[in-house]
């Protein structure tokens, strides 16, 4: 009886073993999502931390700029799945407009830091960008919070003004001073002012080149539709986007 019973404890076991096995190649075979890879990108106010901002199937490697906090990788992967991998984090859709182009895009938002995500459908691509403007004057790189890709710099302001354009205009005909309070509201106070009387939003920046925060680095004002930035020699100028270089 004893011998017996210890048989059918041991094919028990062994029977256990091969479902609980059945069970996890089901599950692998079934939920692709147990293979995807994690995508990690960098924050504007410190680009050596690195944000896992999604998983995803991937296909070939992804491509990852660390320095200018963004990403793009190949996948056929429905959006809808790789955002139930950061719910936690995402905001909800929105028209993300990068000089004169519009993508409808996903908006996440984490620890002082906006992403956009949008996809490629011909090319089966999807980009992850840090939303950012890139303040490059008077000797300073900054990267600064915006819900615009601009280019506060004279080079940029020419090149728009050569197509008839106004590098500002993409943030001032996109966003109402109520929508930018809305934006900058979730960003902690460390990092933004605002002032409602005078509908004016001013903003620290992360200096690329030293890699240090500057405090007020720029005012947008959304009543002149200008911007106000930090001089070289201290001092503020105000921009309207219509500035040339000097020869």
């Known amino acids: 009886m ?101 993508n409808q895009a996903s908006l996440f938002y984490t620890d002082n830091n906006y992403y956009v995500m949008y996809y490629d459908e011909f090319f089966h691509v999807y980009t992850v960008e840090n939303c950012y403007m890139l303040y490059n004057m008077n000797y300073m790189m900054c990267r600064i919070p915006c819900p615009v890709p601009l280019g506060i710099e004279y080079g940029v302001f020419e090149v728009s003004q050569d197509f008839g354009e106004n590098e500002l205009d993409y943030l001032y005909d996109n966003y109402t001073f109520a929508d930018a309070v809305e934006f900058y509201g979730r960003i902690s106070e460390e990092y933004v002012s605002i002032d409602k009387d005078r509908q004016q939003i001013t903003l620290d920046g992360f200096e690329v080149f030293e890699s240090e925060i500057i405090e007020k680095c720029l005012t947008l004002d959304f009543k002149e539709r200008t911007v106000i930035v930090l001089g070289a020699d201290g001092n503020r100028m105000v921009l309207d986007g219509t500035e040339r270089e000097e020869e």
Not at 20 to 40: A, C, R
Not at 71 to 94: A, C, P, Q, V, W
């Open 2 to 102: 004893r011998k017996k019973h210890k048989i059918m404890v041991i094919s028990a076991l062994l029977l256990l073993a091969a479902a609980t096995g059945i069970g996890v190649y089901y599950g692998i075979s079934n939920n692709t999502q147990l293979l995807w890879k994690e995508l990690y990108v960098s924050k504007w106010n410190d680009p050596a931390a690195r944000y896992l901002f999604c998983r995803a199937d991937v296909k070939g490697e992804p491509n990852v700029n660390f320095s200018d906090c963004n990403l793009s990788f190949r996948s056929n992967s429905k959006k809808t799945d790789i955002i139930n991998t950061n719910k936690e984090d995402y905001i909800g859709e929105i028209t993300y407009y990068n000089t004169g182009i519009e």
